[in-house]
């Protein structure tokens, strides 16, 4: 059984963009995603825009680092010492 401590650690990233819908109007949509390392390249940033549900022409308006830690941690599943 996994425990926080043996839970794999992420780099956690929070990422805005802005489409358009077929009729003009402007779409605003965010994701928040964790990887392996810090790297946050073109094909990650594609992979954001498809949990963000916005079109591959969307634009990256800011990309924010959250910090390393564990899914539970990020979702708030277990007490985080921020100390």
């Not at 956690?12 to 990887?35: H, K």
């Not at 990650?44 to 800011?62: C, F, H, N, T, Y």
Request: glycine fraction near 8%; proline fraction near 8%.
């Amino acid at each position: 059984m996994s425990t926080p401590e043996t839970l794999p650690r992420l780099h956690w990233y929070a990422l805005a963009f802005l489409d358009q819908l077929p009729s003009g109007a402007p779409v605003n949509a965010s994701t928040y995603i964790g990887w392996p390392d810090q790297l946050v390249t073109k094909p990650r940033i594609d992979a954001a825009k498809q949990g963000a549900e916005v079109g591959p022409g969307a634009v990256l308006l800011s990309c924010c680092y959250l910090g390393q830690m564990t899914r539970a941690q990020m979702l708030g599943e277990v007490a985080t010492d921020c100390a």
